[in-house]
Nanobody, 123 residues
Framework: QAQLVESGGGLVETGGSLRLACAPA????????MAWFRQGPGKEREFLGG??????KIRYSDRYEDRITISRDNARMYLEISNLKPEDTAVYYC??????????????????WGQGTRVTVSS
């Protein structure tokens, strides 16, 4: 199983942008569908978007597709978020699915998770 490590979180001002990265700490990675989720204070974990193993198929949540970009290379998966708002404050997680070739929306479909990276957007 791939072990995942997120990075790039921090404090950002409203309207700013951020780029998060997710790197495997061990195990296979290139064949896994990957995804980004987030969990805000008092909220459920929600799907932001995902990308297939080859990196040529991307699935975005309708709510955020105008502000996020997901990509991957041989080493990492990335999430770029623009026009950040205070409601984007959350812990951002990356996840890997060793069973599907296309990213799934439900968190229960993912069996590998990182510890998360916290993003705080100041108003």
């Amino acid at each position: 199983q791939a072990q995942l490590v997120e990075s790039g979180g921090g404090l950002v001002e409203t309207g700013g942008s951020l780029r998060l990265a997710c790197a495997p700490a061990g195990g296979p990675f290139s064949n896994y569908a990957m995804a980004w989720f987030r969990q805000g204070p008092g909220k459920e974990r929600e799907f932001l978007g995902g990308i297939n193993g080859r990196g040529d198929k991307i699935r975005y949540s309708d709510r955020y597709e105008d502000r996020i970009t997901i990509s991957r290379d041989n080493a990492r998966m990335y999430l770029e978020i623009s026009n950040l708002k205070p409601e984007d404050t959350a812990v951002y997680y990356c996840a890997a699915d060793g069973h599907s070739s296309y990213p799934q929306v439900l968190s229960r479909d993912y069996d590998n998770w990182g510890q998360g990276t916290r993003v705080t957007v100041s108003s």
